[in-house]
């Protein structure tokens, strides 16, 4: 048996981003192993969306549908998805890098005694039909090419980072039901509850623009200019590592090497002078400014476009010519 | 309550990152070393549980002779004692051989809860945690914010997407920190010269009933094909003049030139 296997990861009842960037690589993928795309979807009345993944290029889709399923559990998930892969055998199994792929694959890979690439930022296939994945270490500061020596071949695949399919709206995929044989007693984790983060924010790790602020936005309540800009954007709020070990931003909004590592089209840097550790969470963004008033800061030279200048000054501009320009 | 808490020594964050060509591990010459900064949480969480509840907390690492300074940091932070898997067979694995070789130690102790970071700084996997938790059949709750520990169980706050979940395992079980959780103690000089006294046991495969083909290199289920620095960024330039001119020249050269608006 053989196949790609992609994990369809569903967040709010909708399918993450990735999860299409994955099953396009797939594609890519499929074409020189031979091998057909597939997908992994687990939920509760979930079955609607099998179509959606018939789209994006999976031409079978393992449905697991049960209310146990409901919540994401690694226990639960992860039995599912070892059974799936057990009877079915498939060569490659791809997960997106988010807080659930992070939890879930390792856990997957572990219950099957096989490796698991982290975080990827690339695949290729080589000339033993391998997958031979790229990954950043040390927060970007250096890159290692990995393969799995065995079967399934695992990654995890950072978002935002290849690029998505174009659907295919007319699509209909071979559903495969997929049995549920879960008692209560291998659930062991229980959620009691989930916290949304007030305001709908964004996510940094999957956003396409982010304005951070550091140690020059001197204080908690200026962040409500870079807010403001974000707002125009749409942007994600992002803060150095200074902003937040000051008390001015939450640990979750930082970027760095003991932050978040992101990768937008556009990152718009204030106030922050671009220590090592901040540059290994963001230099892959695509278009970086800087605006900072030291004009030997280091931000300046990993920046596409710099302004030398007071952030009080150039942010509330900027703000102000963006929301005309997307007025137009 | 026994503690076990996993320690990984990496190199610091200011680090610079040179690779030579044709390695697939990065130059360790001028390097400092420090406790990758998330099992600061896991060793600081398990200190204050010791203090709340009573107990002793165990600290292991796996790595090189060196790696014992991270350990003698954990002890001189309070940990009572620590096991350092040390042996050129358990070196140059990835997270699976790492994690057995770890799961392997902890079998051979008592083990009420185990902490340790989220991931390491250094190779970035968030795997190992997970895996040990796997392979000792245990529960695991990842990326933990804060941390309650009642009657048998946990209940832990892990950071999710847009938000956090609150979860709930028995215990023992296995929790990987993250920032936010606590903030880590500094050694005092009293914890430092104390910590020379505490015991620190090397290990070897058999200490831990390990063969050495299933740990380090020869363990591995993941082969590193090469390791490179990434490509440098083009120059960038200053777009000159005031603020409100400069801020106007920019936002037009990301929708005309850069075309990301």
Request: proline content about 5%; charged content about 25%.
């Amino acid at each position: 048996m053989s196949g790609i296997w992609v994990f369809a990861e569903l967040r709010d009842g909708k399918i993450i981003k990735v999860v299409n960037e994955m099953l396009n690589a797939g594609k890519g993928i499929s074409a020189k192993l031979g091998e057909n795309v597939a997908a992994v979807l687990l939920g509760s009345g979930v079955e609607s969306l099998a179509k959606d993944l018939a789209g994006m290029g999976a031409k079978t889709v393992y449905l697991a549908d049960d209310a146990k399923l409901k919540a994401y559990t690694p226990d639960a998930y992860a039995k599912v998805v070892v059974d799936l892969v057990k009877q079915h055998q498939p060569s490659v199994l791809l997960f997106g890098n988010s807080a659930v792929g992070k939890d879930l694959a390792p856990t997957v890979a572990a219950k099957l005694g096989v490796g698991l690439a982290s975080d990827c930022t690339g695949v290729e296939v080589n000339d033993q039909k391998k997958l031979v994945f790229t990954r950043p270490v040390y927060s970007a500061k250096a890159v290692i090419k990995v393969f799995c020596r065995d079967n399934p071949q695992m990654a995890t695949i950072r978002p935002n980072v290849l690029p998505p399919g174009e659907l295919d709206a007319g699509a209909s995929p071979e559903v495969a039901k997929a049995p549920v044989a879960l008692s209560d007693s291998d659930i062991r984790t229980i959620v009691r509850d989930v916290v949304k983060s007030a305001g709908g924010k964004i996510e940094l790790t999957e956003a396409n623009v982010i304005v951070a602020g550091g140690r020059g936005m001197k204080g908690p309540d200026e962040f409500k200019i870079i807010e403001e800009l974000a707002n125009v954007l749409g942007a994600a709020v992002g803060a150095s590592r200074a902003a937040v070990d000051a008390g001015w931003r939450d640990h979750h909004d930082q970027v760095g090497q003991t932050g978040k590592v992101v990768n937008p089209s556009l990152y718009i840097a204030c106030g922050i002078s671009g220590s090592i550790q901040h540059l290994a969470g963001m230099k892959t963004s695509k278009v970086i400014v800087a605006v900072n008033k030291d004009p030997e800061a280091p931000i300046f030279k990993v920046a596409n476009y710099g302004i030398v200048g007071d952030l009080f000054k150039v942010v509330p501009i900027m703000t102000r010519e963006f929301k005309s320009m997307l007025a137009q | 309550m026994k503690i076990v808490v996993l320690v990984k020594q990496v190199p610091d964050t200011e680090t610079k990152v040179q690779v030579k060509p044709g390695e697939t591990a990065i130059s360790t010459d001028g390097v400092t070393y420090v406790i990758n900064p998330y099992d600061e949480f896991a060793i600081e969480e398990a200190l204050r549980i010791k203090e709340a509840k009573g107990g002793e907390v165990t600290l292991i690492s796996l790595g090189w002779d060196k790696a014992a300074e991270a350990l003698r940091t954990g002890l001189a932070m309070g940990a009572d004692k620590a096991v350092h898997l040390n042996d050129p067979a358990f070196l140059g694995g990835d997270a699976h051989a790492t994690a057995v070789a770890l799961a392997k130690a902890v079998k051979k102790m008592e083990c009420d809860l185990l902490l340790c970071g989220k991931q390491g700084i250094d190779y970035d996997n968030h795997q190992v945690g997970v895996r040990v938790a796997e392979l000792l059949g245990v529960p695991h709750v990842a990326v933990v914010t804060k941390l309650e520990l009642q009657d048998g169980k946990a209940v832990a706050h892990r950071e999710i997407e847009g938000g956090s979940e609150v979860v709930e395992v028995p215990l023992p079980a296995v929790i990987t920190c993250q920032k936010g959780l606590n903030e880590p103690r500094y050694a005092s000089l009293k914890g430092i010269m104390q910590a020379k006294k505490k015991p620190l046991a090397a290990q070897k495969p058999a200490d831990i009933d390990a063969s050495a083909g299933e740990v380090g290199k020869a363990g591995a289920k993941l082969e590193v094909v090469s390791m490179s620095m990434p490509p440098d960024r083009p120059a960038g330039r200053i777009v000159p003049g005031e603020p409100e001119d400069a801020a106007k020249e920019v936002v037009k050269l990301l929708r005309n030139e850069a075309k990301v608006i």
